[in-house]
């Protein structure tokens, strides 16, 4: 047998083996996707660090849609972003110190926790020699080899004490801005041909401000900061049930060291499902932007939206990307935020039609899906609607905005680690899968 054909031959042989009725599932008792019938998630852990609410129980225990909220260590994410915003400063590190601690930090700690993020910026020399070898487009797995690598450069990569994860987290968060600025620009460089930059981090600039002065210089306005400040803030945690935190959970409950955990994260945050929704929503928005003539015209937006929902239009998926979320209901608090934000972005960019017509977008998108669905279940516009656009004006390019994403959520990454391995009553997690193969008997070679 040709070793070529043998590929396509096993290939069908699993198609076959891998078939497994979906009735089986409800025969067994089985929540596929670790999902209820309700949709609602099946409780697996405890946690005191993030919750999300996008629904609420009557007497009768019923589900019963309610606004979106999301709590950092029992605070409202708004009541944590509205006195930034007011007061225009910057507070990704802030909320850090909150998520990884559990305390607010007061000026003191706060200006000392900066401090101790600022000398872990810089990347040691040989990670940089590293990231010019692995010259890739795909800075995802660019970041996670480099996690990797870190190991070998750590003096106690397998210490799981309370104190020695804490110093790796505060690493992680401080250098994976670093690391994605580098590798990107290695990549502009090798691939587009552009100028090589590699700046040094400003000791007197945040994670934001640092970030895009590492990928633009000083080609970027105060308010580009501050949205990507809150865009970090409103990725930084999402609960334990989130899939690239659960993978954290589960690899961490193995005692395996930190950079294999985190590394395992990034490659689930890098699926199309979860991190890489915001590029499929900004070329949507691209594609809608050429095909729809007037972007105020509801009866036209209406109709070429039906089109994607009937698989006739854009990439035939039949799904409008950005809209509806597992678990928010009639609102998801991280899009109301960034709403808000893009809107003053869009105006200072001169962009303002196309913020319009993304808000129509919006309304008009959810009132058809909702047409459409058999469930009763409100849905709203998620995160993902809004920050590609927001990338998009800040000047930032679609290659690094899973990037981004895992720039922000390595807060929440680390602080579940934490939890997961210093709990007192923690075990390996191990779920269970039903077999419904029926026994067979074994034949030799020579009678297949």
């Not at 193995?254 to 945050?269: E, N, P």
Request: aromatic content about 10%; hydrophobic content about 35%; charged content about 25%.
């Amino acid at each position: 047998m040709r070793k070529e054909y043998l590929i396509y031959k096993l290939s069908d042989l699993v198609r076959s083996a891998t078939k497994i009725p979906l009735e089986a599932f409800q025969k067994y008792g089985v929540k596929r996707g670790l999902r209820n019938e309700d949709g609602t998630g099946v409780l697996v852990g405890l946690t005191n660090i993030g919750n999300v609410v996008g629904y609420e129980r009557d007497a009768k225990g019923r589900l019963v849609p309610c606004e979106g909220k999301l709590f950092y260590r029992g605070y409202e994410l708004d009541d944590l972003v509205t006195p930034l915003l007011r007061e225009k400063r910057f507070g990704f590190e802030e909320v850090a110190y909150l998520i990884l601690s559990g305390k607010l930090p007061d000026s003191e700690e706060l200006a000392a926790f900066k401090e101790l993020l600022y000398d872990n910026m810089p990347l040691d020399h040989r990670t940089i020699v590293h990231i010019i070898d692995l010259e890739g487009n795909n800075i995802m797995n660019i970041l996670a080899r480099c996690v990797l690598e870190m190991y070998t450069f750590d003096p106690n990569p397998d210490d799981i004490s309370r104190d020695n994860l804490m110093q790796q987290a505060v690493s992680l968060i401080a250098k994976f801005p670093t690391i994605i600025a580098y590798a990107y620009n290695i990549y502009r460089h090798s691939v587009q041909g552009r100028s090589l930059n590699i700046r040094y981090p400003k000791e007197n600039l945040g994670i934001a401000q640092n970030f895009l002065y590492m990928i633009k210089g000083n080609d970027y306005t105060d308010l580009d900061a501050r949205t990507l400040d809150l865009l970090l803030i409103t990725q930084a945690e999402h609960g334990g049930g989130n899939n690239s935190t659960f993978t954290v959970r589960v690899t961490s409950s193995t005692r395996t060291d930190t950079y294999s955990s985190i590394a395992a994260g990034i490659g689930s945050l890098k699926g199309p499902l979860h991190g890489g929704a915001n590029i499929r929503v900004i070329d949507m928005f691209h594609h809608l932007k050429e095909n729809i003539n007037d972007w105020i015209n509801v009866e036209e937006i209406d109709s070429y939206l039906n089109r994607i929902l009937n698989k006739e239009a854009y990439d035939k998926s039949g799904l409008i990307y950005g809209i509806g979320h597992a678990v928010y209901t009639l609102s998801d608090p991280r899009a109301k935020e960034l709403k808000r934000l893009a809107g003053e972005l869009a105006k200072e960019k001169g962009r303002e039609d196309e913020y319009r017509f993304l808000t129509l977008l919006e309304r008009e998108g959810i009132k058809c899906v909702t047409a459409r669905r058999k469930s009763q279940k409100p849905i709203c516009a998620n995160l993902d609607f809004y920050s590609g656009f927001i990338y998009e004006m800040i000047g930032l390019p679609q290659e690094i905005y899973t990037p981004i994403f895992a720039m922000a959520r390595i807060v929440g990454w680390m602080a579940h680690r934490i939890e997961e391995i210093t709990f007192d009553g923690s075990r390996i997690i191990r779920p269970a899968y039903k077999n419904i193969l029926e026994q067979r008997q074994y034949k030799p070679i020579n009678e297949r």
